[in-house]
């Protein structure tokens, strides 16, 4: 079973940034489509972004052209940098197999708040 370990989370003021990072407990990383979901208090689990094992991208529309996923093979590792963050992105952050996320595969994610 694949773990994933979300960090880089924390408090930032609206407009500032952070980056994200995931490791993943597996040698074939490479082959995987990977994304990052967030969950906000009250609401679903939503997807944030995707990344193929090609590289290939997709965002939901309210954070496009704000945050940028990104990938490192060689560390096992997914990233999500958040810039221009807003109030509403305050969630906790969590990595996944992308487009369907394992059932078993939820870590502990990392909380986001945005506020000033």
């Known amino acids: 079973q694949v773990q994933f370990v979300e960090s880089g989370g924390g408090l930032v003021q609206p407009g500032g940034s952070l980056r994200l990072s995931c490791a993943a407990s597996?040698?074939?990383?490479?082959?995987?489509?990977m994304g990052w979901y967030r969950q906000a208090p009250g609401k679903q689990r939503e997807l944030v972004a995707g990344?193929?094992?090609?590289?290939?991208?997709t965002y939901a529309d309210s954070v496009m052209g704000r945050f940028t996923i990104s990938r490192d093979n060689a560390k096992n590792t997914v990233y999500l940098q958040m810039n221009t963050l807003k109030p509403e992105d305050t969630a906790i952050y969590y990595c996944?197999?992308?487009?369907?996320?394992?059932?078993?595969?939820w870590g502990q994610g990392t909380q986001v708040t945005v506020s000033s």
């Open positions: 597996t040698n074939f990383f490479r082959i995987l489509d």
């Open positions: 996944n197999y992308w487009p369907k996320p394992g059932f078993d595969s």
């Open positions: 990344i193929g094992s090609g590289g290939a991208t």
